[in-house]
């Protein structure tokens, strides 16, 4: 049984760039949720997606997007890169039932991302 | 508002002291409540769930509803708990996407 990989470990970006963070979810798992984790701070949560398309959003503008696909791998997506942008990206995989996660989630070791 | 509130960043602690790592949560009805821990170099993981009630490395936490507190504790402290400890909710109201909101985290040190 393979854990939840992403990429890439670390990433540097400039100011208005766009940026596609990837993450491979554990075998058997059909959500991905991703996470923007500030320096200092808890893990925000900013969407989930269950079935390839999106199932639930967090306080994050538009222009985070995501993508599921039928292997249950997942894409984050930032347009017009900000410097606040900075921050680990965590993305979590989970087995739902019935359109809900069972909240046994498991992490994968995330994207640093910096914008500079 | 959702909010999980971990007042204390920093808990030093030394070995074989008890442990109390504080966690008060604000949500309007049916909360999920759980902690995660992330040890030096590894990757998020759970540590325990309130439904579960159970003990996880020595670790007990209960939900207090009447004081909205899901404090987690250890009666003996070990090196090896030395980590970043996060306090999390999710609800279990209909429509809920299972969206985890965490605490701002608590470092814990256990000394020699």
Known sequence: ETGVTQSPTHLIKTRGQQV????????????????????????????????????????????????????????????????????????????????????????????????? | AQRVTQPEKLLSVFKGAPVELKCNYSYSGSPELFWYVQYSRQRLQLLLRHISRESIKGFTADLNKGETSFHLKKPFAQEEDSAMYYCALSGLSSGNTGKLIFGQGTTLQVKP
Not at chain 1, 39 to 46: A, D, K, R, Y
Not at chain 1, 100 to 113: E, H, I, K, Q, V
């Open chain 1, 20 to 116: 596609t963070l990837r993450c491979s979810s554990q075998s058997g798992h059909n959500t991905v949720s991703w996470y923007q984790q500030a320096l200092g701070q808890g893990p925000q949560f900013i969407f989930q997606y269950y079935r390839e398309e999106e199932n639930g959003r967090g306080n994050f503008p538009p222009r985070f997007s995501g993508l599921q696909f039928p292997n249950y791998s997942s894409e984050l997506n930032v347009n017009a890169l900000e410097l606040d942008d900075s921050a680990l990206y965590l993305c979590a995989s989970s087995l739902a039932q019935g359109g809900r996660a069972n909240y046994g989630y498991t992490f994968g070791s995330g994207t640093r991302l910096t914008v500079v």
